[in-house]
């Protein structure tokens, strides 16, 4: 399966910036995905990057807070604009991966706070 | 949206017990998946069902995807230390990849020595 390395693992932020995070997966896929997982709580998808076209949001995430770059078939970042202590969570992207199934890998999840 | 019920919530068991959990929904799901996250950790895939009816064992673990594509367990038998962790079942609506995962809320399994 798909590896994936996701950066940074963890950062302190200030209220008010930004911060880019970026996921390098070891061979080219389709599809890249975001996910958000708030402390204790489950994963929520925040989008779909797919390479060539614009990112496809999931209801509650706008383009102007998470906005999503994918340059090409293994690299895709992930933007938390204008920070607040309600964004404090582990951000994960992840891919498809499979043969005749198909599952998702997910990288290891950078974990934000924000202070 | 569509929403995942996991139950139970939480499992308090001994070492060497059977562990059973499972996952409805009010929508059909054309995938069902099964993870478990540690600390600090993504979530790793452990039994992916692609059917609905079919049963699939990888180790102690077996997990079934329910005939009327709403809802999936999962069961791992004479548990061990390194089971403990959180649990998530996880929904696809189109399959193939061409969506993201709809996850439920988590079991966390800590087993008592």
């Known amino acids: 399966s798909a590896v994936i390395s996701q950066k940074p693992s963890r950062d302190i932020c200030q209220r008010g910036t930004s911060l880019t995070i970026q996921c390098q997966v070891d061979?080219?896929?389709?599809?890249m995905f975001w996910y958000r997982q708030q402390p204790g709580q489950s994963l929520t998808l925040i989008a779909t990057?797919?390479?060539?076209?614009?990112?496809?949001?999931e209801s509650g995430f706008v383009i102007d807070k998470f906005p999503i770059s994918r340059p090409n078939l293994t690299f895709s970042t992930l933007t938390v604009s204008n920070m607040s202590p309600e964004d404090s969570s582990i951000y994960l992207c992840?891919?498809?991966?499979?043969?005749?199934?198909?599952?998702?890998?997910f990288g290891s999840g950078t974990r934000l706070t924000v202070v | 949206g569509q929403q995942l019920n996991q139950s139970p919530q939480s499992m308090f068991i001994q070492e060497g017990e059977d562990v059973s959990m499972n996952c409805t929904s009010s929508?059909?799901?054309?995938?069902w998946l099964w993870y478990k996250q540690d600390p600090g950790e993504g979530p790793v895939l452990l039994i992916a069902?692609?059917?609905?009816?079919e049963l699939t064992s990888n180790g102690r673990l077996t997990a079934q995807f329910g005939i009327t594509r709403k809802d999936s367990f999962l069961n791992i038998s004479a548990s061990i230390p390194s089971d403990v962790g959180i649990y998530f079942c996880?929904?696809?609506?189109?399959?193939?990849?061409?969506?993201?995962?709809?996850f439920g809320k988590g079991t966390h399994l800590i087993i008592q020595p």
């Open positions: 061979s080219q896929v389709t599809m």
């Open positions: 069902l692609y059917k609905a009816g």
């Open positions: 990057a797919n390479q060539g076209s614009e990112a496809t949001y």
């Open positions: 929508s059909i799901f054309n995938t």
């Open positions: 996880a929904g696809q609506i189109k399959g193939g990849g061409a969506d993201g995962l709809t």
């Open positions: 992840s891919v498809g991966t499979g043969g005749l199934g198909y599952g998702y890998t």
